[in-house]
């Protein structure tokens, strides 16, 4: 998870030399959504992978994947291409994600899953401190290409670490296959394509765009509808709304901080190093949250929890304009970024926590492939709404502070929306845990 975490971090770092570099400035949010587009697939098939197998060999696949897709980003001549080695990136990191889940899930007993989740969040911590800096020195001073070519490398070691922990947890259950859920992956991801297609086409094309983003939605909806628990898209209580809120706090954060190092770099003059040192603080203040939950029974209900870090990720996404104000210092995005990732350190670990005690053993991979859809769905669609909203300014003269502005606040109005519904988590006295 670490190289998982130190890769991101890198990306948003490097992306705007990248955008530069590429010609690419236009396509800048797809290099994110490709990412996670791509995973939707790879999410479904090794939540069913590990529920009839173990973790093992989705995590080994994943791992080989996505070192694969790595290499091509490296050497990609154009923006389509690199984003196309981020889809095959995307494909390897969404069966990581879940096989890591469905261990934590066998491995842990239920009152130490909450720690467990806090050691997840403590592997982005190194990443998340000298990652930034690693990134952009290595963009600034030789080329944002080795951030790329070094990951096969440091893959070896987890993978020589990994073999032997992971076959103490093969095999599954006698669980039927779904094929019918590839499918709808696969429905998921073109649909997603195609809206987000839709929504960052230039000015002057609005009859297209309008037709690409309702044809992906009517792909989109049906195919959410089979790969969500059931209830999710009504904000049922209990296990639906808990999944839900994964996507919906992960559209507010990761939507706003895409845009974070670009917006610091174009507006604000600093350069790609500097700006890329918020995301530091974020892995702080994300260990911290976590840390903080960790302290609480895993076995206890959290929609309290998760409703206040909803608040505390609002009021950081509302405060963040500040950083573009001329007469405040640039960097004040630093400790507001610190604020609303301890909001977000809150959250994903004690929504994770909530979806296994709603879980039965023979559907851990399944609602963990779940609970990565709707982050993947949702943080794809909230960084194409940004995307869209930047497209649109590049298009028409280049983007400006009320460019970033428009994009926070749209992410704090959806976070928001999580505070609101987040007590829904809570499932009512009558409806099995199991």
Avoid: K
């Avoid at 039965?360 to 982050?375: H, R, T, Y």
């Amino acid at each position: 998870m670490t190289l998982i975490a130190f890769e991101g971090v890198a990306i948003g770092t490097a992306m705007p030399a990248i955008g530069v570099d590429l010609d690419g400035l236009g396509l800048y949010a797809w290099g994110f959504n490709a990412f996670v587009v791509a995973s939707l697939v790879s999410m479904v098939v090794a939540g069913t992978w590990c529920d009839r197998l173990g973790p093992r060999l989705p995590m080994l696949v994943g791992i080989a994947v996505f070192a694969g897709g790595a290499v091509l980003a490296g050497f990609a001549p154009t923006m389509p291409i690199f984003i196309a080695a981020r889809g095959i990136q995307g494909l390897g990191s969404g069966a990581m994600i879940v096989a890591i889940y469905v261990l934590i899930a066998r491995a842990f007993d239920e009152s130490l899953r909450p720690r467990a989740f806090s050691l997840l969040a403590a592997s982005w911590v190194v990443p998340g401190l000298v990652g930034p800096l690693i990134a952009g020195w290595l963009t600034e001073t030789v080329t944002w290409r080795l951030v790329f070519w070094l990951v096969p490398v440091v893959l070896l070691l987890p993978v020589i670490l990994l073999r032997g922990v992971l076959s103490q947890y093969d095999g599954g259950t006698d669980r039927p296959s779904t094929p019918g859920r590839n499918v709808a992956a696969i429905a998921a991801a073109v649909g997603l394509t195609l809206a987000m297609a839709g929504l960052v086409r230039p000015p002057g094309a609005w009859f297209i765009a309008a037709a690409f983003v309702v044809a992906g939605l009517a792909l989109l909806l049906p195919a959410a509808r089979q790969l969500l628990p059931a209830g999710a898209l009504r904000f049922s209580r209990g296990l639906p709304t808990t999944v839900m809120m994964r996507g919906i706090l992960a559209a507010a954060f990761f939507s706003a901080e895409a845009f974070a190092p670009l917006s610091l770099v174009e507006q604000r003059g600093l350069t790609v190093t500097v700006a890329g040192l918020l995301l530091s603080l974020a892995a702080i203040g994300w260990l911290t949250g976590s840390l903080i939950q960790s302290r609480i029974p895993g076995d206890l209900d959290r929609a309290r929890v998760v409703t206040a870090g909803a608040l505390v990720v609002t009021a950081s996404l509302v405060a963040l304009p500040l950083c573009l104000v001329p007469a405040i210092p640039a960097m004040v995005a630093a400790p507001i970024f610190l604020v609303g990732s301890v909001g977000m350190g809150l959250c994903f670990p004690s929504i994770g926590v909530q979806m296994m005690r709603l879980s039965p053993v023979d559907q851990q991979g399944a609602n963990s492939s779940a609970l990565q859809i709707s982050d993947a769905v949702m943080s794809a669609l909230g960084l194409g709404l940004a995307g869209a909203v930047h497209a649109y300014a590049v298009a028409s003269g280049g983007a400006t502070n009320m460019t970033y502005v428009t994009i926070w606040f749209g992410a704090a109005a959806v976070a928001l929306v999580g505070a609101i519904v987040a007590g829904r988590m809570r499932q009512d006295a009558s409806c099995p845990t199991s």
